[in-house]
């Protein structure tokens, strides 16, 4: 089977209240539209094309290199008009696998099941069961249960009302006769619009088998029309993330304060404290351990590395068995090796520290290479930006920098070197000597404290 995939994205969403069109609103750190894109992508289709109206040129100029079709819908006459601007783009042969840009959570596999149930002679579509189906079309069926029609829930009778089957709207077609029957759709209902469901009644008219797939939760299916169901979603995608590493052999405290915005692998005996943030691809190595409030953003995480509370973490590597925070920064480029210890209040950004090396407090590495077994002492700060320019500091395995220093790169500290606390180092020093560099302490007898009138 070829298959073309079509999402509508062109709702502009007024009850969001908020200048950012709904499909461009954010659950877990990405668009709506960017997870059902992901989605789509993963099914392989042959084409994509999205459909958009509502914020214009924002919708596609927010995905530069999606890899799809974007098509217009300048005036939004419904769903089955919606579809209907991406018919041109789509061969006569090939089946269309409809879905929507504010439905965000449905799964792979729930697709792969609906694209498998349409064939010759059939085509699918996604329903729900709903113990409260306010507001949702209903899946109407005959005697022998096979579906005849979708009723919208303004247009629906007291009795289709009270059915609980709920239409979701994702639906799989052969293109060639959808292409006709939507040159057939009539607008005359409550909303005066074309209704893509309507093609319901058109295929069993013609002949063809209505084939309902349930989708296995109803979380899969949701929509967001406001900022209280964004949040209900939200809520949603962070249990449903809990849950897969929690499967996967994690301990997460509490589930309910937990976020995981991207791909994330756990080892073995992982133990994830409260409000961690995981945001683009986390590697957390076997017994790690992360403390409460931590952020972790596109960063690798070695094995018995613990990372205690409050620390920043983004674009880094961290070796086996090291120790990082509390309330430290590592920034993109960091590279710890392992038994390195990181302290708290210690930034570190584009600079490699090698096996054991210990920065304990209060202390800036930028653009730096700390060897072996190095001890950076407290308040010590590599000034590596002249105004224009960042240069590189080295310090040589086995070093020690008092406290108080400040390294003015470009330099290099030689190996076993010593570095006497509150040294401004301008130049290189040599390996296993004591440099220090000191102003000469000055006692002004006489001077008196300005008092203030």
Known sequence: MSLSVVILAAGQGKRMKSDLPKVLQPLAGKPLLGHVLDTARALQAAATCVVYGHGGEQVPKAFPDAGVTWVLQAEQHG???????????????????????????????????LVAAAGEGSISILSVMLPDPMGYGRIVRDGAGNVVRIVEHKDAN??????????????????????????????????????????????VKSGLKVNAVIAPTANEVLGVNDKLQLAELEAAYRRQRAAELMLAGATIVDPARFDARGPVTVGRDVFIDVNVVFEGTVKLGDRVRVGPNVVIRDAEIGDDAVIHPNCVIERAVVGPRCLVGPFAR????????????????????????????????????????????VNVGAGTVTCNYDGVNKWRTEIGAGAFIGSGTMLVAPVKVGAGATIGAGSTITRDTPDEKLTLERSKQVTIEGWQRPVKK
């Open 79 to 113: 769903t089955g008009h919606a579809v209907a601007q991406a018919m041109p783009q789509v061969p006569d042969d090939h089946f269309v696998l409809v879905l929507y840009g504010d439905v965000p959570l449905v799964q792979l596999e729930t697709l792969a099941r």
């Open 158 to 203: 007291a009795k289709e009302r009270a059915i609980h089957e709920c239409n979701t709207g994702l639906m799989c077609l052969p293109a060639g006769r959808l292409r006709a029957w939507l040159a057939n759709l009539k607008n005359d209902n409550a909303q005066g619009e074309y209704y893509l469901t309507d093609v319901i009644v058109a295929a």
């Open 330 to 373: 590592l920034r993109p480029e960091a590279r710890l090796h392992e038994d390195v210890h990181v302290g708290n209040f210690v930034e570190v950004k584009k600079s490699e520290l090698k096996r054991g090396a210990k920065a304990n407090h209060l202390t800036y590495l930028g653009d730096a290479t700390v060897g072996e077994k």
